[in-house]
Structure formats: structure tokens, C-alpha cells
Nanobody
Framework: QVQLVESGGGLVQAGGSLRLSCTVS????????VSWFRQAPGKAHDRVAS????????????DYADSVNGRFAIAGDNAKTTVYLQMNSLKPEDTAVYYC????????????WGQGTQVTVSS
């Protein structure tokens, strides 16, 4: 069974940085698309960034929501058991619970979800 555990959330001032980690137990993530989502109070889940292995000779494929493109970076470790989300130039509107999720590529669904980690950005 795949279990995902997020860590790295916290309180940071606007303009600061945080790095979130999503670690899998039970298997590697090499067959999955792994995405970070976030949910602010009263709002729906929004996908933030995604990564898939293996794709091209240059490495894993990544994709970002427009709201974070250029500020956030998603990456995976060589063992394909941890996915990171480096968040820079944080804004108060980035405040949310951040979740990682794993799913079958091109399926449109995510079968596995972590418990979430709170990110709070103060102005």
C-alpha cells in the first residue's frame, strides 16, 4: 500500500522560502505522477505543481500552475521516494494546507493522498 507523508510546512514572512517534502512508503514513485495541491479555507483544492518519471533524456517532466510558475520548483530524489516543493518569494495568498498526491499518469485521478501540511505566509 502506498502511503504519502508531507513535512516542511510552517510560518514564514512574505518573501521568504519553505521546502516541503513528500515521502512515500511501500514503493517508489517512478510509475506515478506526483502533484502538490493546496487548499485555502473555504476554497477548493488547487493543483500547484506536478512531476512524472521517467520521461525524457533530460530528466523528469514538471508542470506548474500559473500562480506559482517561476517561484516554486518541484523535484524528486534519485531514489524516487521523495518529492520536494521548493517555494520561494512566498506571498500571503500562498497560505493553505499543502497536500501531495500520487496517481497513474494520464488517468486524471489521484489514488493516494498525504495528510497535508500547513503553510502560513504572514504579510
Amino acid at each position: 500500500q502506498v502511503q504519502l507523508v508531507e513535512s516542511g510546512g510552517g510560518l514564514v514572512q512574505a518573501g521568504g522560502s519553505l521546502r516541503l517534502s513528500c515521502t512515500v512508503s511501500g514503493r517508489t514513485l517512478s510509475s506515478y505522477v506526483v502533484s502538490w495541491f493546496r487548499q485555502a479555507p473555504g476554497k477548493a483544492h488547487d493543483r500547484v505543481a506536478s512531476i512524472t518519471w521517467p520521461i525524457t533524456e533530460s530528466g523528469a517532466n514538471t508542470d506548474y500552475a500559473d500562480s506559482v510558475n517561476g517561484r516554486f520548483a518541484i523535484a524528486g530524489d534519485n531514489a524516487k521516494t521523495t518529492v520536494y516543493l521548493q517555494m520561494n518569494s512566498l506571498k500571503p495568498e500562498d497560505t493553505a494546507v499543502y497536500y501531495c498526491a500520487a496517481g497513474i499518469p494520464n488517468s486524471g485521478t489521484y489514488a493516494y493522498w498525504g495528510q497535508g501540511t500547513q503553510v502560513t505566509v504572514s504579510s
